[in-house]
């Protein structure tokens, strides 16, 4: 089986790992990349490119995958005023890697709407051969449902991009709580924008008194805003979601009932969050103990992700082909 992740991440060039969740979660995902966390802290951004372009290339699963960086936060008068040194590449850094590896990398550009040229970045960015934008919306303090944003929605319309909108929890940079949230989809979908929600809507950690319930398989105490997303994927005919970062303790309780909700399997989208690190071994889903050991053992980090998915949904699941719907030119395995 071959497949499209269609939501990995490319790192700042300028990151460090200087920061007390990067040098914890340097070590995770230097094993996963297969390289010695040392080069990876020395010389962390070609030595990122260079390992998760080989992972690509060597993976059974992934043909390729969908790469974007986060555009920085701007004031309402356009000024930038925040960008963060691990999560904040820019287009061109994206457009530069994809270049350099088109059999890997399909370009999606992140551009946030408070910039005063927006619109006509669209148009360049599309000129130049992305096919499909992502949005984090809840870094950059942006209310998607202000109709000011409305002029932009539509250019992503005219297009036929997708839009990826972050909803669900953030852990690894600052993030604005309230605009997290599934009703942040609400004004894109009505204006005819194709939509994917990433991560399902999972991942609070809003059971404070019974903090158990947080990795509780029982439906009762998962997020409500998950359910909100199931219910609009079987209803707004333009509304997709990826279960990018679902290998998250807090998300992956969920993996068996999402598996069962068959009626919008036709709406899922496989995608990793790469270079998000996550734990197979140790892990809130409901796979047996030397399931997980079997999948531990498998070095290239795509393919263990995708394991664990084809735990949940085989390889007839049609979450593995869905990404031909929306994207212009990627391959098709």
Not at 137 to 150: A, K, P, S
Request: with cysteine; charged share 25%.
């Amino acid at each position: 089986m071959k497949t499209i992740d269609i939501h990995t991440h490319l790192l700042n060039p300028a990151v460090s790992f200087q920061r007390a969740y990067d040098k914890i979660a340097v070590r995770f995902f230097a094993r996963s990349l297969g390289v010695d966390p040392t080069r990876l802290r020395d010389n962390p951004y070609q030595t990122y490119i260079a390992a998760m372009a080989n992972s690509i290339s060597q993976s059974q699963t992934v043909d390729k995958t969908c790469l974007f960086g986060v555009d920085a936060c701007f004031d309402d008068h356009g000024r930038e005023t925040a960008r963060d040194k691990t999560v904040c590449a820019m287009n061109q850094d994206v457009l530069q890697v994809a270049t350099q590896y088109p059999d890997q990398f399909i370009p999606f550009f992140s551009i946030n709407p408070k910039r005063p040229n927006a619109l006509e970045l669209i148009d360049e960015q599309v000129e130049l051969g992305f096919q499909g934008a992502k949005f984090l919306q809840n870094y950059w303090g942006v209310d998607l449902n202000e109709e000011r944003w409305i002029p932009y929605y539509e250019k992503l319309k005219q297009h036929r991009l997708p839009l990826i909108i972050h909803i669900g929890s953030e852990y690894s940079i600052s993030s604005h709580t309230a605009f997290e949230r599934a009703d942040m989809l609400h004004l894109p979908l009505a204006t005819g924008v194709t939509v994917i929600a990433a991560h399902m809507g999972l991942g609070r950690f809003h059971h404070k008194l019974q903090p158990w319930r947080n990795l509780s398989k029982n439906p009762d105490h998962f997020d409500a805003d998950y359910f909100t997303l199931l219910e609009m994927l079987d209803s707004q005919p333009n509304l997709y979601a990826d279960i990018s970062a679902i290998l998250a303790p807090l998300r992956a309780r969920a993996l068996r009932h999402l598996s069962q909700q068959t009626t919008v399997h036709h709406k899922i989208l496989f995608g990793t969050d790469f270079p998000v690190p996550f734990t197979v071994r140790y892990n809130s889903y409901d796979l047996d103990i030397r399931q997980r050991k079997k999948i531990r053992r498998i070095e290239n980090p795509f393919d263990r992700y995708a394991a664990v998915m084809l735990a949940y949904f085989p390889e007839q699941s049609q979450i593995y082909r869905n990404h031909t719907k929306l994207l212009k030119q990627a391959d098709r395995p």
